[in-house]
């Protein structure tokens, strides 16, 4: 037991406590050295889009939205919705957010791939066992010091009206916008296209820059991905955003969420649900973070 317990300057519990504090704080330094690279400090921007699987990837697509969300309040994260195409019946078809702090990307950037879900499904009448799954695409937010080269000759306009709540909310002029971006990789030859639909705010103008704006962050990404696989370093980490890739599978009825990258899982599947991720992010940038360009 140490001197100063026995001697009556502090006790057990506030030994503890130190103890517990000064962990957390080595562990928060050691985490952030992982976020080596440029883009790591910069914001983020989330898409989501609900795969295959009719009512229950809508639903799924849905929940995963509000684990981001919950996880960027418990972090002090402002989140912007940029984009939301609501499903038919429940749920979401495919939404953006922008989430505005420092180092949101180098944390979020863990999240980028497909997510699979497996559960008694509730919109089955036989309370069937399905799996369904969503993708998340994660992007650093580009601002003005980043250059990214972006060719008005390459760019389409749409505008539509924006979806509303209905009543009076209902938008009778095509504020919206619809962003169309197409071009040629002269590295690979690889034709790359771009739909970005922007309906944040009921300025069309201010729509379209903030279309632009993503744009940006996602031709940097493209190119920084281009440069991420020359390295040989995560070459093995790489991963496409397709389904049958997925990265992470939160399987209900077996009270389980398993990361098929670091291995790491736990069977608080609520707890998760409601945000609680980061030992998810801590597990995948202490395997892989320090890898980053």
């Given at each position: 037991?140490?001197?100063?317990?026995?001697?009556?300057?502090?006790?057990?519990?506030?030994?503890?406590?130190?103890?517990?504090?000064?962990?957390?704080?080595?562990?928060?330094?050691?985490?952030?050295?992982?976020?080596?690279?440029?883009?790591?400090?910069?914001?983020?921007?989330?898409?989501?889009?609900?795969?295959?699987?009719?009512?229950?990837?809508?639903?799924?697509?849905?929940?995963?939205?509000?684990?981001?969300?919950?996880?960027?309040?418990?972090?002090?994260?402002?989140?912007?919705?940029?984009?939301?195409?609501?499903?038919?019946?429940?749920?979401?078809?495919?939404?953006t957010m922008e989430v505005?702090?420092?180092?949101?990307?180098?944390?979020?950037?863990?999240?980028?791939?497909?997510?699979?879900?497996?559960?008694?499904?509730?919109?089955?009448?036989?309370?069937?066992?399905?799996?369904?799954f969503a993708s998340v695409?994660?992007?650093?937010?580009?601002?003005?010091?980043?250059?990214?080269?972006?060719?008005?000759?390459?760019?389409?306009?749409?505008?539509?009206?924006?979806?509303?709540?209905?009543?009076?909310?209902?938008?009778?002029?095509?504020?919206?916008?619809?962003?169309?971006?197409?071009?040629?990789?002269?590295?690979?030859?690889?034709?790359?296209?771009?739909?970005?639909?922007?309906q944040e705010t009921r300025?069309?103008?201010?729509?379209?820059?903030?279309?632009?704006?993503?744009?940006?962050?996602?031709?940097?990404?493209?190119?920084?991905?281009?440069?991420?696989?020359?390295?040989?370093?995560?070459?093995?980490?790489?991963?496409?955003?397709?389904?049958?890739?997925?990265?992470?599978?939160?399987?209900?009825?077996?009270?389980?969420?398993?990361?098929?990258?670091?291995?790491?899982?736990?069977?608080?599947?609520?707890?998760?649900?409601?945000?609680?991720?980061?030992?998810?992010?801590?597990?995948?940038?202490?395997?892989?973070?320090?890898?980053?360009?």
């Amino acid at each position: 037991m140490p001197d100063f317990i026995t001697e009556g300057i502090a006790t057990e519990e506030e030994l503890d406590s130190l103890y517990a504090t000064t962990l957390e704080a080595v562990e928060t330094l050691e985490l952030r050295n992982m976020l080596r690279g440029e883009e790591d400090k910069m914001g983020a921007i989330i898409d989501i889009n609900a795969g295959a699987g009719g009512t229950e990837a809508l639903d799924w697509a849905d929940m995963l939205l509000r684990m981001y969300t919950r996880w960027c309040e418990k972090n002090n994260y402002k989140v912007k919705m940029l984009d939301y195409q609501a499903g038919d019946e429940v749920g979401v078809k495919s939404c953006t957010m922008e989430v505005e702090g420092e180092f949101a990307y180098g944390y979020l950037k863990s999240e980028n791939g497909v997510h699979r879900m497996v559960r008694l499904s509730p919109f089955n009448a036989n309370n069937k066992r399905q799996t369904t799954f969503a993708s998340v695409a994660v992007t650093p937010a580009v601002d003005d010091s980043i250059e990214v080269v972006v060719n008005p000759a390459n760019i389409v306009w749409e505008t539509y009206r924006s979806s509303g709540a209905g009543g009076q909310n209902v938008n009778k002029v095509e504020t919206a916008a619809r962003l169309r971006y197409h071009f040629k990789d002269e590295d690979t030859g690889e034709e790359i296209s771009y739909v970005i639909e922007n309906q944040e705010t009921r300025s069309q103008l201010m729509n379209k820059e903030n279309a632009m704006r993503i744009l940006r962050s996602k031709l940097y990404q493209y190119e920084l991905g281009k440069r991420m696989a020359k390295s040989q370093a995560i070459e093995a980490e790489k991963k496409r955003i397709e389904w049958g890739s997925q990265i992470r599978s939160y399987v209900f009825d077996d009270r389980r969420v398993k990361d098929h990258r670091t291995g790491h899982q736990t069977s608080n599947v609520d707890a998760v649900m409601d945000g609680d991720i980061d030992a998810f992010i801590k597990a995948y940038l202490m395997e892989y973070g320090g890898n980053s360009l």
